[in-house]
């Protein structure tokens, strides 16, 4: 606090008779701020700036360009973060086939020498001798993600499939981590598409991507809302469902009880959940995994407070491949384990 008073984030405050500061609740809800915003990743700098700048009615374009140095400046941390897991993962993901090997790394990591070139070429030679092991066998994903992921006990058996089948599609661990879902989101899932639900995805893109043999085992047809096949990105949907009327107004038609895919257009999940909210569509389940940076991270916080069972990824992360692998997963489990009730008692 007394680090506050020196950097102005906190002002002047009077002073009782035996010198203590004597802060008003105002003084304390600015306090609150300050650490709100730091624990966001804000820096203290930055922090006064926005405190300061408030009431103003235009942007600080000081303050903007101050932030967006910031913001390259974690996307290098990150940058480093990811090159240190990637080396990590070289290392613990390698299944028993590459234990000899991985013995080997491990041995000489320890005798590494990089002040001079020469230890570099020796951890280039490395990962060389690592990656010579893999001609000799497939790859064993469910082993190597045994040793990777975080521990997943206290999530259900069939919960634990699709983090797996998610973290498989787009190849980053870290992704089990920003992945939402309501307590009884798998068994809205189930009871919906045991009795044969219609499935609705956002783009033609997303319908072709879903297992359309086991859908049809369950009885369950597929339907794209934004029904043009030249739609193939998430600028064009998120356009194309701002501009035609059709297609909101096919929003408002889907059929009760349905599971409803989206993965690209956010506006296409910002209306959903409007919709929601004003009881003008019943969906039994929502896969909202759309991406963006401003409009897709603001529909999937509102998806989460709405009252319809749901799984997301929270922020810009996600996609068709994961909205569609997302239900892939469920269909694959509901058909080989239809008997199990483990997501009963646990998400």
Known sequence: VRHYHTLGLLPPVQRSEGNYRLYTQQDVQRLQRVIALK????????IR???????????????????????RSVIQQITRLRQTASALEG?????????????????????????????????????????????????????????????????????????????????????VNFVRLSRDAISAAWDALKFGCSVVTDVPAVAATLDHTRLAHLGCPVEALIDDPHITGASEAEQAFWDHHLWQKRLQQIPKGCVLVIGYAPSVLLTTCQLIEQQQIQPAFVIGMPIGFSHAPAAKRRLME?????????????????????????VETLIEKPDCHCYLTRP
């Not at 624990?39 to 930055?46: A, E, N």
């Not at 299944?95 to 491990?106: K, M, N, P, S, V």
């Open 39 to 46: 624990q966001q990743g804000f820096q203290l700098s930055h």
């Open 49 to 71: 700036q926005l405190l300061d700048s408030h009431l103003q009615e235009t942007i600080d374009p000081t303050l903007m360009a101050q932030l967006q140095q910031q913001y």
């Open 91 to 175: 290392l613990l993901g390698q299944d028993r086939h590459c234990q000899i090997t991985q013995a080997e790394a491990l041995a000489q990591l320890k005798q590494l020498e990089v002040d001079a070139q020469e230890g570099l070429g020796k951890l280039d030679q490395l990962w060389i001798n690592l990656d010579a092991e893999t001609t000799t066998h497939p790859e064993a994903f469910q082993e190597s993600l045994q040793r990777l992921l975080p521990d997943l006990s206290h999530y259900s058996e069939i919960t634990v499939h699709l983090l797996h089948q998610l973290v498989l599609a787009c190849g980053d661990v870290s992704l």
């Open 306 to 330: 709405t009252q319809i069972p749901y799984i997301t990824i929270q922020g810009s992360l996600g996609g068709g491949l994961l909205a569609a692998m997302t239900l892939n997963a469920l």
